[in-house]
């Protein structure tokens, strides 16, 4: 529900910032001035910075809230090894097979692998979230991890067309078990 509204306000708020920089009246005739596209470039920055700042706002949240001890990449993805294992690290080409349980950031839980099968994929040739992906190449074999995906490595401005609704952070744990 409160994502909802999130998604809402933020929706407004771009609405109203593109209303407020496409349509202004000149005193004396009352003619509609033309917004160059350098005006409409700027309003759509800053409404994308704060979409950005306030996600980030919401996963340090997060991560705060569950004592997490995590790492942080240049994308975004923040992750914790929460146990080692001994296997080789993962590469590009191997195909990985890994159970999950993915989670939005309120802890809800959307989907596992107890439900829907190990997760099995080709490290570098897509089919899964780009966060997913960067993650496994950052783990060994045998790693327990918890991985944090801002929207944008995640289903990004879509969603997923079933439980994950546009623009959202999710949770991941995994194990890679091979």
Known sequence: MLRKRLFAAQVLFLFAILISSSCSNQSQNSKKEMVSSDEIQRSLETANRYL???????????VKRHNLNVAKTGTGL??????????????????VKLNYKVKFLTGDV??????????????????VEAGLEEAVLLLRRGDIATIILPSHLAFG?????DKIPPRTSLVYEIEILY
């Open 110 to 127: 959307v989907y596992t692998s107890d439900d829907k099968g190990v997760k099995t994929f080709t490290v570098g040739r897509g089919g």
């Open 78 to 95: 923040r992750y914790v090894i929460r146990r080692k294992g001994n296997g080789t690290p993962v590469k590009r080409g191997e195909v």
């Open 52 to 62: 950005l700042r306030t996600e980030n706002e919401q996963i340090d949240a997060y």
């Open 157 to 161: 401005l879509l969603g997923d067309d």
